[in-house]
């Protein structure tokens, strides 16, 4: 369980530079890991739900949706920030699909800082890969503190 | 087949109430255990006015402007050439003004932005706009599908 964030959080992340990378996060995907997601986001599409659909839908069985792992990028970014207000942009392509059984490794580094009078813009380039090392997502953040 | 004549067609506005169980719900569902989603308290230690959510649970309201619209498939792939058989969510954007907060009522209103083929693929790009109660805009969503040929 993470301690509540503090000023001392902030400052680390100010004080961030080009080439840092966040703690990586693990996640182990299984169906009720998709079944929670479904349940939680209200997207009960049924290549995530029905598995003879999703077969017949060319899927190979059903699967994660993209924006599960878009999920664990806020995890990530938000661990590292502490403070979700921080978070101003997300941005994400999903790239493969995700199953059952995959395991996501889901990694960020800061690729950009600007830095002016209000503050500390930092870019961070966000992805996600499978136990293959295939990526099923990439993307970038915003954080400003 | 989804033709350029979409772009600027507008979603039926949606409302949404943000809740602390669904908050909590949400992050459970991502695996994130930051106390500031679950616990009131925790979040005014933090400096927080209230319970704030993830910024992706946006996902939870966001898209569904776009989802009232196509949700008769019949509708979609007649009217619209959007065969939900074949389309995926290839891309998400979102923008934010300020944080999801528990107690935000929030109106989400959406329209089809842009429309184009790459090979034999179509993509289909709708934004949609988070609003509060006050007429703050707190997010924006850009939600890129995918239409495989």
């Known amino acids: 369980m993470l301690e509540v964030f503090n000023m001392v959080d902030q400052e680390n992340i100010k004080n961030a530079e080009v080439g840092q990378e966040l703690p990586p996060l693990q996640k ?29 839908a060319g899927l190979g069985g059903v699967i994660a949706h993209g924006m599960l792992s878009m999920g664990f990028c806020s995890h990530l970014l938000v661990d ?35 830095v002016g009078a209000s503050g500390a813009v930092l870019t961070c380039e ?18 400003c503190c | ?6 772009i600027g067609l507008v979603c039926p506005a949606c409302y949404y109430e943000v809740e602390t169980g669904k908050i909590a719900e949400y992050a459970e569902a991502i695996g994130d255990p930051n106390p500031v989603y ?6 005014k230690a933090a400096g927080l006015d209230r319970i704030v959510a993830p910024p992706t649970f946006a996902a939870v309201f966001s898209s569904r402007p776009m989802r009232e619209l196509i949700k ?17 969510h290839a891309e998400q954007q979102y ?35 988070a609003t509060a109660a006050s ?15």
């Open chain 2, 38 to 43: 679950y616990d009131e308290a925790a979040a």
């Open chain 2, 72 to 88: 008769d498939r019949d509708y979609a792939k007649n009217q619209l050439g959007i065969d939900m058989a074949r389309v995926l």
């Open chain 1, 28 to 56: 182990v995907i299984d169906r009720v890991i998709i079944a929670k997601y479904a349940g939680a986001s209200g997207d009960f599409n049924r290549i995530h739900i029905d598995e003879p659909f999703a077969v017949e």
């Open chain 2, 95 to 129: 923008d934010f003004r300020r944080e999801i907060q528990a107690g935000d009522r929030l109106t989400i209103t959406g329209k089809i932005t842009e429309v184009y083929r790459k090979k034999n693929m179509e993509f289909i790009v709708f934004e949609t706009v």
């Open chain 1, 80 to 114: 590292w920030c502490k403070d979700p207000r921080m978070v101003k942009q997300l941005k994400v392509r999903f790239t493969r699909i995700v199953r059952p059984g995959d395991i996501i490794t889901i990694r960020g580094k800061v690729t950009d800082k600007k």
């Open chain 1, 126 to 143: 966000l992805s996600c890969e499978n136990q293959r090392e295939e990526r099923v997502l990439e993307g970038q953040a915003q954080i």
């Open chain 2, 135 to 149: 007429g703050e805009v707190v997010l924006i969503s850009k939600i890129l599908l995918l239409q495989r040929g």
């Open chain 2, 1 to 6: 087949m989804a033709e350029p004549e979409l």
